[in-house]
């Protein structure tokens, strides 16, 4: 489902993705990679629709029966997600660098970027507030406030209704667009001019309703605000984990696997932060789930770390922290998989033969759990 030629992204699941190519990349380049993908993590795991494409895409890195469909929802909410996450970067570069690293930065997405030039265009555009010549005026509490309003936003354009939405009866692309621009009737449960003669082109269409948000964005009392009533919202906390594992079950009859799959989700009782946040830190485990009746490759144990410099074409890294101990699985372009775990230190000694590993090869470098983060000089470290 995801392009891993692109130099960041993020995969709907607990991690983001660094290509180790970066090592040329200044801090300029790479910092700004980091706060993009943090949006779409934020936004995923903050809404409805997101929590349940999470569920989806850890059942579909074992079954692929529904993945023609996963796909063709992504399109219904990449160009907003886009937008969202180029904007807020351009916001946050305006904050902390000024008015003439923010221009210095539009001048050269302009010449140099310019498919992420015109989503962080056509979304200034949508509204009034979020103007060019207004932005590059407003108070660092301005734009706080305006970050935090956008995100909201982004949040409920993924808040559907994620137990009507029927994804299961869907079964072609056509089927999908027809929904996504009809909606589907709560009354009658179809589609398509139903004979309700209802409308519900804001139900399910996480790009039509980011629209329809940004629209309604005002200045009220020293605070950006938006009218949320314009369209239906449906939280993250209105159905239970179980509700969500019943509709990916729904989305794969013969998979008896799903429910064992997704049994770890969970939210945490105290959703004191503003967003709300689903608490998946046990819900992606990382070799093998017990029970599991899949061909899995054959993942070999190599005792010393050094000797993972000998293997070559090594695709993906992932690094797995437990305390001070690292796992660190390589797999090979030929599908070959290794691991070896070892001991960190806040000197990031160990995680250094991680990034050389990854620069040397060119590889995709994949973070659990923010791991990296843990180090002061974690910029020092992506800078290379």
């Given at each position: ?26 801090l300029h380049e790479l ?91 056509n979304l200034s555009y949508?509204?009034k507030h979020l103007g ?253």
């Open positions: 489902m995801f392009d891993t030629t692109e130099s960041g992204y993020y995969n709907n699941g607990e991690s983001f993705f660094i290509n180790g190519g970066l090592h040329d990349k200044s910092l700004p990679i980091i706060q993009h993908e943090t949006v779409h993590h934020r936004i995923f795991h903050t809404s409805s629709l997101g929590l349940l494409l999470i569920m989806f895409e850890k059942i579909s890195l074992t079954d692929s029966t529904r993945d023609e469909i996963l796909q063709g929802v992504s399109k219904y909410y990449k160009r907003m997600q886009e937008q969202l996450a180029t904007y807020i970067e351009m916001l946050r570069l305006l904050e902390k660098s000024g008015v003439e690293a923010f221009k210095n930065e539009a001048i050269y997405m302009r010449e140099y970027n310019k498919v992420y030039f015109n989503y962080f265009k949508k509204n060019y010549f207004r932005i590059i005026n407003y108070t660092t509490e301005k734009i706080q406030s305006l970050i935090n309003c956008l995100l909201l936003i982004g949040r409920d354009a993924f808040n559907i209704d994620v137990t009507k939405f029927g994804l299961e009866s869907i079964t072609t692309l056509s089927q999908l667009q027809t929904v996504m621009s009809e909606g589907r009737c709560s009354r009658c449960n179809s589609y398509n001019k139903c004979s309700c003669g209802i409308e519900r082109r804001l139900d399910f269409n996480p790009n039509r309703r980011f629209s329809k948000l940004i629209q309604t964005i005002s200045w009220v009392n020293g605070e950006f605000e938006y009218d949320q009533s314009v369209i239906e919202c449906s939280t993250l906390e209105t159905n239970g984990i179980d509700d969500y594992i019943k509709i990916v079950e729904q989305n794969y009859p013969s998979n008896f696997m799903v429910r064992n799959r997704l049994s770890s989700f969970y939210l945490k009782e105290d959703n004191s932060n503003t967003f709300g946040l689903p608490d998946l830190a046990h819900s992606f485990p990382f070799l093998e789930i017990s029970g599991e009746n899949y061909d899995t490759p054959e993942i070999k144990y190599i005792a010393n770390p050094e000797e993972l410099f000998s293997l070559d074409n090594i695709k993906y890294i992932n690094v797995i922290p437990s305390g001070l101990l690292l796992t660190v699985n390589v797999v090979l372009s030929n599908g070959e998989n290794y691991y070896c775990m070892y001991v960190d230190d806040e000197l990031n000694s160990g995680f250094l033969l991680v990034l050389q590993l990854a620069y040397r090869n060119n590889a995709i470098l994949q973070f659990h759990d923010f791991y990296i983060f843990k180090y002061p000089n974690w910029k020092d470290l992506l800078a290379g």
